[in-house]
T-cell receptor, first 114, second 115 residues
Framework: DQQVKQNSPSLSVQEGRISILNCDYTNSMFDYFLWYKKYPAEGPTFLISISSIKDKNEDGRFTVFLNKSAKHLSLHIVPSQPGDSAVYFCAARPNNNAGNMLTFGGGTRLMVKP | EPEVTQTPSHQVTQMGQEVILRCVPISNHLYFYWYRQILGQKVEFLVSFYNNEISEKSEIFDDQFSVERPDGSNFTLKIRSTKLEDSAMYFC?????????????FGDGTRLSIL
């Protein structure tokens, strides 16, 4: 299932700088997008989401951008902190989905160096 | 902050045996889900559950799988006759009633190892 793809398996960033994580999707029926953070031995933790009627949503250090025409979303973390080091998953849900099924990308491992 | 809790954290079972994975969703949530992640692969949707019935299920969720909400707090996933390929992390999740634009919140998972 390649409907949601995160092409960068890993990303290394210096503390204080911006982290940009990218996600591409192919299903034009997706209308709700989420980012989750996952530490080892824990479940995915919800970070931020965006509806397809918006192109930007911000929550503190986290901002998600959605480009519907490009079927691309990104998560910006500014400033990055060592505690942000984790695996980040994007997920998407189609608007015809009564069951609220989420389709996940493969994840990007972010390493923030002190 | 309320959270989804899953037990056990690790389950080891012989192939062919039945296994039940347990979850306690967040108390005011009404939508419940199971996902799994095989080692090195993506998180995959299994099933969603609302109002005491399955809302949607994936192709993975075949006749060997079943879900139940036996009481007001627990949500279980049963695998009747486990196979080696069922070895994975199983995540339970829940979301609020108006699930349209409400995120799913995940538990820490149960690692299922089939021998």
């Amino acid at each position: 299932d390649q409907q949601v793809k995160q092409n960068s398996p890993s990303l290394s960033v210096q503390e204080g700088r911006i982290s940009i994580l990218n996600c591409d999707y192919t299903n034009s029926m997706f209308d709700y997008f989420l980012w989750y953070k996952k530490y080892p031995a824990e479940g995915p933790t919800f970070l931020i989401s965006i509806s397809s009627i918006k192109d930007k949503n911000e929550d503190g250090r986290f901002t998600v951008f959605l480009n519907k025409s490009a079927k691309h979303l990104s998560l910006h973390i500014v400033p990055s902190q060592p505690g942000d080091s984790a695996v980040y998953f994007c997920a998407a849900r189609p608007n015809n989905n009564a069951g609220n099924m989420l389709t996940f990308g493969g994840g990007t491992r972010l390493m923030v160096k002190p | 902050e309320p959270e989804v809790t899953q037990t056990p954290s690790h389950q080891v079972t012989q192939m062919g045996q039945e296994v039940i994975l347990r979850c306690v969703p967040i108390s005011n949530h009404l939508y419940f889900y199971w996902y799994r992640q095989i080692l090195g692969q993506k998180v995959e949707f299994l099933v969603s559950f609302y109002n005491n019935e399955i809302s949607e299920k994936s192709e993975i969720f075949d006749d060997q799988f079943s879900v139940e909400r036996p009481d007001g707090s627990n949500f279980t996933l049963k695998i009747r006759s486990t196979k080696l390929e069922d070895s994975a992390m199983y995540f339970c999740a829940s979301s609020e009633a108006l699930a349209g634009l409400k995120p799913q919140h995940f538990g820490d998972g149960t690692r299922l190892s089939i021998l």
